[in-house]
């Protein structure tokens, strides 16, 4: 059962509160010695330093006690962190070769631990063009694969064309009937899905302006079968080979500083798609997106301790005679992006809503530590959207950033169905499109 939410409030006010004001304790700086006590040469006699005091009462100590013990507790990270910048200065380098090979892991998403390599060159050819071959495997039938192309300026300054193909086996999906207030251990099913996609798409933005936009194409052909009983009764709609063809406009405005560390500014993302079968009239359907990002410095500290807040609202219908939309295409919550204690995909229906809030704070130059909190809940129409069914998930954990803003992020995440842990080089919240 969903904990209340008083209870979840209260658990993260605390996190946040004891981030807010920890901070390594000022070290004793050795007092500089009165003029008059410095040994010289025709000295006849030296005078020591005056001792250091200090003005600090035993109430300063009581109250700063939560800083000592964070800070005695993060040491052994400082300690790493030094070890590997010492002995690996590349890794904390914000800009990356123009070509070269990156390791890649992923835990936590949607196909648990998988592990792989991927190669880029950014100056394709001798020019600004860009490509990028990345390959996951977590088992014989569970793998990842991606071939992208980039080429900047197709239509003037501020634009870009991108093609993206995509290929993804999951032998052991799972899918829960009964959205929101479904039970883990009597509503869930087990699918497997095969899918090769490609994109294209292209963005533009004007100069010196806030202003965003994308059109794309995406072609998806998806082969999903039920591995138990259970699914094949329930008999949702998209079992099967179904190829879809999707239409895609997105709209954004970037009011935000520049990475890796954002701590002011708005985000605004608008997303309308249509979906259409190419192998019958059943699946026609319509996705709606709208996402707000808001980061904020927190009251008189510096900048790079900010909060980074969002909220976002999809919806998908039926359109144009469609009765239906693939169960595994509805809208979702649980993962590595979105209410993170849960497993991924943990609640689906025809509509979501999702709220999340992070404090950030610097560790190193380039490592971030933080704490926070997710909501959300599904539901069939948007009346339905009710306090009390809300799900929550809290946690903290470690982001590497480099020059376009995040490396790879560690993180712990726990909810009423236990902890869960996630590391990835996908974003918790995904920038607009630049």
């Not at 899918?175 to 292209?202: E, H, I, K, M, P």
Request: charged share 20%; net charge negative.
């Amino acid at each position: 059962m969903a904990p209340s939410t008083c209870t979840a409030q209260t658990l993260f006010g605390l996190l946040l509160g004891t981030f807010l004001v920890a901070s390594p304790p000022a070290r004793a700086q050795s007092a500089s010695p009165p003029a008059d006590s410095i040994v010289t040469a025709d000295s006849s006699t030296a005078r020591a330093p005056e001792p250091y005091t200090t003005s600090r009462s035993v109430a300063y100590h009581v109250l700063a006690a939560p800083a000592y013990v964070l800070h005695g507790a993060t040491r052994p990270l400082g300690w790493a962190a030094q070890y590997v910048e010492r002995n690996f200065p590349d890794l904390f380098e914000p800009r990356r070769p123009p070509r070269g090979i990156l390791p890649l892991v992923e835990l936590g998403g949607p196909t648990g631990f998988l592990g792989g390599l991927a190669l880029y060159d950014n100056r394709l050819f001798g020019s600004d063009h860009t490509a990028r071959i990345e390959g996951l495997y977590g088992g014989p039938d569970t793998f990842e694969g991606e071939v992208s192309y980039s080429a900047p300026t197709p239509i003037g300054a501020g634009s870009r064309f991108d093609l993206v193909a995509n290929v993804f086996s999951n032998p052991e999906s799972e899918f829960y009937l009964d959205g929101n207030s479904n039970d883990r251990t009597t509503d869930d099913a087990l699918f497997s899905r095969d899918q090769v996609d490609v994109t294209a798409g292209l963005q533009s933005r004007l100069p010196g302006s806030p202003l965003r936009g994308a059109f794309d194409l995406l072609y998806e052909h998806v082969e999903a079968s039920g591995e138990d009983q259970k699914l094949r009764k329930a008999s949702p709609p998209g079992l099967g080979t179904v190829d879809l063809l999707t239409s895609r406009l997105t709209l954004g405005l970037d009011a935000t500083g520049e990475p890796p560390r954002v701590s002011r500014g708005t985000e605004v993302l608008l997303q309308l798609d249509y979906t259409h079968d190419l192998t019958g009239k059943r699946f026609r359907y319509g996705r709606y997106v709208a996402e707000v990002r808001q980061y904020l410095p927190v009251g008189f500290f510096p900048d790079s301790r900010r909060l980074a807040l969002r909220g976002r609202l999809e919806q998908t219908e039926p359109l144009f005679d469609g009765s239906a939309v693939p169960f595994y295409q509805l809208p979702s919550l649980g993962g590595q992006n979105t209410l993170r204690g849960f497993q991924s995909r943990r609640f689906q229906n025809d509509g979501a809503l999702m709220l999340n809030a992070e404090y950030r704070y610097p560790i190193w130059s380039n490592l971030d530590a933080l704490v926070f909190v997710d909501t959300g809940q599904v539901f069939n129409e948007i009346s339905e959207i009710s306090g009390e069914r809300f799900q929550w998930s809290y946690g903290g954990g470690l982001h590497l950033l480099n020059r376009k803003g995040l490396s790879a992020r560690f993180e712990i995440a726990g909810s009423t169905e236990g902890l869960r842990t996630i590391l990835t080089v996908d974003p918790s919240f995904r920038r607009v499109a630049r």
